[in-house]
């Protein structure tokens, strides 16, 4: 169903990114539990490790960043999105957005989100809670990882905590390729049954279309990931890339694809597979024909041979 839906939204936009795994972790609470100075307490832990963190912050009150009269107010009316600067600040304004768009719109190794709760539910986030008392605890789910009374906790529990059982975000994918759905995942996680990165997101690269990840198996990602590291590498300047976001947009009709495909995906792949022609032939399959690549796909036969390939590299099927 998933190879359905998005080959044909290839036709209007491609995007593919390798970047190192984000993780995220909520964390909830009534209000004066404390929520805050956990999350500084949490931040300065991890700033002696070294770690770039992103913080969220939500409030149910409509609190206005900006002010009527200023150059920047008058700007956002007619914008989609301001941009603010300082010598020593900058700040960017956008509509609301809701918890999905914020975190697609990121890309640090940990998001610390203070709020959200429902969403946290929805999204399969992870979550610290904090009460007062026994306010607060009719708010402990399955994806709780644990709960904080009265502000008394071991920064270094926390941390440890932190660090073990926040996770990719997977949007409810469900891919399987763990042996669970994206909710059950994360149960397993928070339980100390399994590990984050057995979720297949950590390997490091994400299709995305239209906005919408799709979730390929370990092997695809890796040629990916190996392939445009290799090449991009090679260029001044780009040594040692940390990450790298290929985006094709505007592709309006199948002769726009084609392209794509024929001059761009496909000689990435027969780099990496430079001398391995029965490796190359098991990822693209139809594409080949006689020894040779086959340029003369169209139409129907075109799209049914990308649907193979996306489906041969579904979260799920082996390809090993």
Same mark, same amino acid.
Request: proline residues 2%; hydrophobic residues 35%; contains cysteine.
């Given at each position: 169903?998933?190879?359905?839906?998005?080959?044909?939204?290839?036709?209007?936009?491609?995007?593919?990114?390798?970047?190192?795994?984000?993780?995220?972790?909520?964390? *909830?609470?009534?209000?004066?539990?404390?929520?805050?100075?956990?999350?500084? &307490?949490?931040?300065?832990?991890?700033?002696?490790? =070294?770690?770039?963190?992103?913080?969220?912050?939500?409030?149910?009150?409509?609190?206005?960043?900006?002010?009527?009269?200023?150059?920047?107010?008058?700007?956002?009316?007619?914008?989609?999105?301001?941009?603010?600067?300082?010598?020593?600040?900058?700040?960017?304004?956008?509509? =609301?957005? &809701?918890?999905?768009?914020?975190?697609?719109?990121?890309?640090?190794?940990?998001?610390?989100?203070?709020?959200?709760?429902?969403?946290?539910?929805?999204?399969?986030?992870?979550?610290?809670?904090? /009460?007062?008392?026994?306010?607060?605890?009719?708010?402990?789910?399955?994806?709780?990882?644990? /709960?904080?009374?009265?502000?008394?906790? &071991?920064?270094?529990?926390? /941390?440890?905590? /932190?660090?073990?059982?926040?996770?990719?975000?997977?949007?409810?994918?469900?891919? =399987?390729?763990?042996?669970?759905?994206?909710?059950?995942?994360?149960?397993?996680?928070?339980?100390?049954?399994?590990?984050?990165?057995?979720?297949?997101?950590?390997?490091?690269?994400?299709?995305?279309?239209?906005?919408?990840?799709?979730?390929?198996?370990?092997?695809?990602?890796?040629?990916?990931?190996?392939?445009?590291?290799?090449?991009?590498?090679?260029?001044?300047?780009?040594?040692?890339?940390?990450?790298?976001?290929?985006?094709?947009?505007?592709?309006?009709?199948?002769?726009?694809?084609?392209?794509?495909?024929?001059?761009? *995906?496909?000689?990435?792949?027969?780099?990496?597979?430079?001398?391995?022609?029965?490796?190359?032939?098991?990822?693209?399959?139809?594409?080949?024909?006689?020894?040779?690549?086959?340029?003369?796909?169209?139409?129907?036969?075109?799209?049914?041979?990308?649907?193979?390939?996306?489906?041969?590299?579904?979260?799920?099927?082996?390809?090993?």
């Amino acid at each position: 169903m998933i190879k359905k839906l998005y080959i044909l939204k290839l036709l209007n936009e491609y995007c593919l990114l390798w970047c190192d795994s984000m993780r995220v972790i909520g964390i *909830i609470g009534p209000k004066k539990s404390g929520k805050t100075t956990l999350i500084c &307490d949490i931040l300065k832990e991890l700033k002696k490790k =070294g770690i770039d963190v992103a913080t969220i912050k939500h409030s149910f009150h409509n609190v206005e960043v900006d002010r009527e009269g200023t150059d920047s107010y008058a700007f956002k009316k007619y914008s989609n999105t301001t941009v603010f600067s300082t010598d020593t600040k900058t700040a960017f304004f956008h509509d =609301g957005l &809701d918890l999905y768009d914020i975190l697609s719109k990121l890309n640090n190794e940990l998001v610390i989100i203070e709020g959200f709760k429902e969403q946290l539910k929805e999204l399969n986030i992870p979550k610290i809670l904090m /009460v007062k008392g026994d306010e607060g605890l009719e708010l402990r789910d399955s994806q709780t990882i644990m /709960v904080i009374k009265d502000y008394k906790y &071991d920064i270094d529990e926390v /941390v440890k905590n /932190v660090l073990e059982k926040s996770v990719m975000p997977s949007y409810n994918l469900n891919c =399987g390729h763990c042996g669970y759905n994206c909710k059950l995942f994360v149960e397993e996680v928070v339980d100390g049954n399994i590990k984050w990165n057995q979720c297949v997101l950590s390997e490091g690269v994400k299709l995305v279309v239209d906005g919408k990840t799709i979730p390929m198996n370990p092997f695809v990602s890796n040629i990916i990931k190996n392939t445009l590291k290799a090449i991009v590498s090679s260029l001044k300047g780009a040594d040692n890339p940390k990450s790298i976001s290929i985006k094709i947009e505007d592709i309006e009709n199948i002769e726009d694809l084609k392209f794509v495909w024929y001059y761009e *995906i496909i000689p990435l792949l027969e780099e990496y597979f430079y001398g391995d022609f029965e490796g190359l032939k098991k990822v693209i399959g139809d594409f080949i024909k006689d020894g040779e690549i086959n340029k003369g796909l169209d139409g129907d036969e075109f799209i049914n041979a990308l649907n193979g390939i996306i489906k041969n590299s579904q979260i799920g099927e082996d390809n090993e």
